[in-house]
């Protein structure tokens, strides 16, 4: 069993930046892909960024893409998401995921686990 623990929410004005941090339980962390994806109000849960078990490879979506940068350490079992340029667009809950497979995905149905999420607010 696999527990996933987000932190660094909050609340950030436009333009700003946030880093969100991920703690993983569990011996089997540097075998497994790992993910952030986000829900805001009313809307489906949307993929954020993606890296691969050894973080040789990371995906991002559109809106990611060039603002956010996931990275991993595996020996503290953690996960990253530094976000800079900050939109009010971006506010949602941020979720942690992780699969039981090496290769990172974008989709909500491929990952396993699951984090309770962080609340991020950005202010115009």
């Known amino acids: 069993q696999v527990q996933l623990v987000e932190s660094g929410g909050g609340l950030v004005q436009a333009g700003g930046s946030l880093s969100l941090s991920c703690a993983a339980s569990g011996r089997t962390f540097s075998s497994r892909a790992m993910g952030w994806f986000r829900q805001a109000p009313g809307k489906e849960r949307e993929f954020v960024a993606s890296i691969s078990n050894g973080g040789r490879n990371t995906y991002y979506s559109a809106s990611a893409k060039g603002r956010f940068t996931i990275s991993r350490n595996n020996a503290k079992n953690t996960v990253n998401l530094q976000m800079n340029g900050l939109k009010p667009e971006d506010t949602a809950v941020y979720y942690c995921?992780?699969?039981?497979?090496?290769?990172?995905?974008?989709?909500?149905?491929?990952?396993?686990?699951w984090g309770q999420g962080t609340q991020v607010t950005v202010s115009s």
């Open positions: 995921a992780g699969r039981d497979s090496a290769g990172a995905r974008s989709e909500v149905k491929e990952y396993t686990y």
